[in-house]
């Protein structure tokens, strides 16, 4: 059994992917959510405990509009569809995020996937979805200072799902070196890893791989 309780995956070149196969970005897209189901059952049999992917940032609303209609009408239709098979897992799914911009149907969707799966008691997958660490930090601090105390411990308890722990390891794809404000609070202590492949290409193996590679580090925690 692991000691990789957390694991963070910034899940970066869907696009780049698709670009090197010939194919609309769109197409990356729809790799990356099958990748994402490998990479679950993988992590489930490991018995890593919290997975998090890093798919939407705040930031990328930026990209071209069709781009975005097209990743929103994804979620739209697909969260509560991998809902139910995650629930028929005995898996958990969270969504962390912003409810700003995103349309009341993917909110409600949301809600809905997240309490299909409220019970189980396997792995708890994540989503940062619409997601931007120093909005996270802000939000949980608005609310800290509301009740009068700004204190770590305050901010901790106001972040998106604040049931989630902090992460033992940030894995991104694609040959970027940078965290790109993913879980910044809870990333403080995290052992970071770069892969060169694009997320599409991760499959099964590269869990054994990244849980090889956390086990050779030595975490000391600054002490």
Not at 192 to 221: H, N, Q, T, V, W
Request: glycine share 8%.
């Amino acid at each position: 059994m692991t000691t990789l309780k957390h694991l963070g995956i910034i899940a970066d070149g869907n696009r780049r992917w698709a670009k090197a196969q010939g194919l609309p970005s769109i197409e990356g897209h729809k790799k990356g959510l099958e990748t994402i189901k490998e990479l679950v059952g993988a992590a489930a049999k490991a018995g890593i405990e919290y997975l998090t992917f890093y798919v939407f940032s705040t930031e990328n609303w930026g990209r071209s509009a069709d781009e975005v209609g097209y990743i929103m009408k994804l979620a739209e239709t697909r969260i509560l569809k991998y809902a139910e098979e995650l629930a028929q897992n005995n898996a958990r799914l969270l969504v962390l995020g912003a409810k700003t911009k995103i349309s009341p149907t993917l909110a409600t969707v949301i809600e809905k996937a997240e309490k299909l799966t409220a019970k189980c008691t396997g792995i708890t997958v994540c989503f940062c979805f619409n997601y931007g660490g120093e909005q996270e930090i802000a939000d949980a601090a608005k609310i800290a200072a509301s009740e009068g105390e700004i204190t770590p411990a305050a901010i901790r308890k106001h972040l998106y799902h604040p049931e989630v722990p902090d992460i033992d390891m940030v894995v991104r794809t694609s040959g970027e070196e940078r965290i790109s404000g993913f879980m910044l609070w809870r990333s403080s202590y995290a052992e970071l890893m770069f892969i060169e492949k694009f997320f599409p290409e991760m499959g099964a193996a590269d869990i054994d791989d990244i849980l090889r590679e956390y086990e050779s580090r030595s975490r000391r925690f600054g002490k």
